[in-house]
């Protein structure tokens, strides 16, 4: 395509003139030019491949051949609204409930995540008849108003708590008040949510639902306590409100042991209601929110309909159907669980030999390197986890950094990731961590002072960031 061969710099000068400053790059003072992708990689203007960890949306690989004919095969017959009867749209449905609990059984077609969060909101809303809502610290479930509401991620830079707004601690036992010493975990962070609750009613509030990310991605690659959804959802429950299971970020096997995360809190466990997107389009504009007859009787009682122009179209419909089938097909839930479990032991190698790595947590292929400056206090390294994110990526490894404290390194590739993507990653890392430590003696100054970047090697002062260059494929 033409505007593959623009300059990078022309490109770069074209959208800051054109595209606001809120909408940032990845890199900013020195962003990637991507112009292909395909499986777990990704290529620049000048043929460089990286291996890409940061994209959970390409869920089965980027353009992957199966899911890009289904997209056309349909747009060359008919893609239009779902007001008209078509197969697609039952026959996803159909799919979709094969996999999840039988009680959720009913299924509304979306475009985005927040799109289906949102919906999910007014469901609980019109359900419960009640309008406050519970949730974790430093989530994220959104960019709509209505979602920013509810994520302390976002409102806490904006305009802060709403009334109606109440936030528990999130259940982290490597940095929260109960950690991995406590005897009961789930029990002690799910009683936070009743006393959060209480609180609440002791205002007059009353509780619509309760969010969570199945396992908080923003919030630091975090992964709940055993027993902790069940604990929460009698306390939300009793106090009239719906639990909802935020899938966005990790459902369709990418946990490997089960196709939804929130399934890794054992079989007894039920959401009301699960969002999900992302990953069900493999990059296509489709979302989806699954709730139980209950729940959704109580939205048709308003009498009111509910229409999404495009969402559950023909073609979305196909490209999520696509998806089912690869991930059947070339069993990539295993395959999740196979080099998830691999690079997990790699990465906790290296934990033993770096100090600055002080927790790796994480199940399947959704993983996060918890970077401290102190082993003791868990400080979080955020210059140092900036500077190995961008080491990486002058490796051909783009990888990401986020946490409250902005030091988690987060793996949560294409599912197609293998496992001599993992054995280079790891390397790679070890090297840039080893070569931190014999310039800075960090084995030392983790323990005595905070890291700074202007004394890692190749930089001039904190955010620098060395420019790289571009490897021929």
Same mark, same amino acid.
């Given at each position: 395509?033409?505007?593959?061969?623009?300059?990078?710099?022309?490109?770069?000068?074209?959208?800051?003139?054109?595209?606001?400053?809120?909408?940032?790059?990845?890199?900013?003072?020195?962003?990637?030019?991507?112009?292909?992708?395909?499986?777990?990689?990704?290529?620049?203007?000048? /043929?460089? @491949?990286?291996? &890409?960890?940061?994209?959970?949306? %390409?869920?089965?690989?980027?353009? =992957?051949?199966? $899911? #890009?004919?289904?997209?056309?095969?349909?747009?060359?017959?008919?893609?239009?609204?779902?007001?008209?009867?078509?197969?697609?749209?039952?026959?996803?449905?159909?799919?979709?409930?094969?996999?999840?609990?039988?009680?959720?059984?009913?299924?509304?077609?979306?475009?985005? /995540?927040? @799109?289906?969060? &949102?919906?999910?909101?007014?469901? %609980?809303?019109?359900?419960?008849? =009640?309008?406050? $809502? #519970?949730?974790?610290?430093?989530?994220?479930?959104?960019?709509?108003?209505?979602?920013?509401?509810?994520?302390?991620?976002?409102?806490?830079?904006?305009?802060?708590?709403?009334?109606?707004?109440?936030?528990?601690?999130?259940?982290?036992?490597?940095?929260?008040?109960?950690?991995?010493d406590h005897p009961n975990p789930a029990v002690a962070y799910a009683n936070e949510v009743k006393r959060v609750v209480s609180n609440a009613q002791e205002k007059g509030r009353k509780i619509a639902a309760f969010f969570m990310e199945s396992l908080p991605s923003v919030g630091g690659q975090?992964?709940?306590?055993?027993?902790?959804?069940?604990?929460?959802?009698?306390?939300?429950?009793?106090?009239?409100?719906?639990?909802?299971?935020?899938?966005?970020?990790?459902?369709?096997?990418?946990?490997?042991?089960?196709?939804?995360?929130?399934?890794?809190?054992?079989?007894?466990?039920?959401?009301?209601?699960?969002?999900?997107?992302?990953?069900?389009?493999?990059?296509h504009p489709i979302a989806c929110v699954a709730t139980t007859q209950a729940v959704s009787r109580a939205f048709e009682a308003t009498g009111v309909e509910y229409f999404n122009t495009f969402g559950g179209s023909p073609v979305s419909c196909a490209v999520g159907l696509a998806v089912l089938?690869?991930?059947?097909?070339?069993?990539?839930?295993?395959?999740?669980?196979?080099?998830?479990?691999?690079?997990?032991?790699?990465?906790?190698?290296?934990?033993?030999?770096?100090?600055?790595?002080?927790?790796?947590?994480?199940?399947?292929?959704?993983?996060?390197?918890?970077?401290?400056?102190?082993?003791?206090?868990?400080?979080?390294?955020?210059?140092?986890?900036?500077?190995?994110?961008?080491?990486?990526?002058?490796?051909?490894?783009?990888?990401?950094?986020?946490?409250?404290?902005?030091?988690?390194?987060?793996?949560?590739?294409?599912?197609?990731?293998?496992?001599?993507?993992?054995?280079?990653?790891?390397?790679?890392?070890?090297?840039i961590l080893t070569d931190m430590e014999e310039k800075v003696r960090s084995c030392e100054t983790l323990r005595l002072q905070p890291c700074s970047v202007k004394h890692l090697p190749g930089s001039t002062g904190p955010g620098c960031r060395a420019a790289a260059g571009s490897r021929p494929?």
């Open positions: 395509m033409a505007t593959d061969q623009r300059a990078k710099a022309d490109t770069l000068s074209l959208r800051q003139r054109l595209l606001s400053s809120s909408c940032r790059l990845f890199f900013p003072e020195d962003p990637v030019k991507i112009v292909r992708g395909q499986g777990q990689y990704l290529y620049d203007e000048q /043929g460089g @491949e990286y291996i &890409d960890c940061i994209n959970n949306v %390409a869920h089965v690989g980027h353009c =992957h051949p199966l $899911v #890009v004919q289904a997209a056309h095969e349909q747009n060359q017959v008919l893609n239009t609204n779902s007001r008209y009867l078509h197969d697609n749209i039952v026959d996803y449905a159909q799919r979709l409930s094969e996999t999840l609990p039988e009680k959720l059984c009913v299924f509304y077609f979306l475009n985005s /995540g927040s @799109e289906a969060n &949102d919906l999910a909101l007014r469901l %609980a809303r019109q359900y419960t008849g =009640h309008q406050d $809502v #519970v949730v974790l610290d430093h989530a994220y479930h959104g960019h709509l108003s209505s979602l920013i509401d509810i994520s302390p991620y976002k409102f806490r830079y904006l305009d802060g708590q709403k009334e109606w707004v109440h936030v528990a601690p999130l259940p982290d036992t490597y940095r929260g008040p109960y950690r991995e975090i992964i709940p306590p055993a027993g902790y959804f069940s604990q929460v959802a009698e306390h939300i429950h009793r106090a009239g409100g719906v639990f909802v299971a935020d899938e966005i970020q990790v459902g369709f096997g990418r946990v490997g042991k089960h196709f939804w995360a929130f399934q890794l809190q054992g079989e007894d466990f039920v959401p009301d209601i699960v969002t999900m997107g992302k990953s069900i389009g493999n990059g089938d690869v991930l059947e097909k070339e069993q990539l839930q295993a395959h999740a669980t196979c080099v998830g479990s691999f690079l997990m032991e790699l990465l906790r190698q290296q934990k033993a030999k770096h100090p600055i790595i002080g927790d790796v947590r994480g199940v399947g292929l959704f993983i996060g390197v918890d970077l401290v400056q102190d082993e003791a206090t868990r400080m979080p390294a955020t210059q140092e986890a900036d500077y190995v994110v961008t080491r990486l990526k002058e490796n051909y490894i783009l990888l990401s950094a986020d946490g409250p404290g902005r030091n988690i390194l987060k793996f949560k590739p294409p599912m197609c990731f293998s496992l001599d993507n993992a054995q280079l990653v790891v390397t790679k890392l070890d090297a494929s």
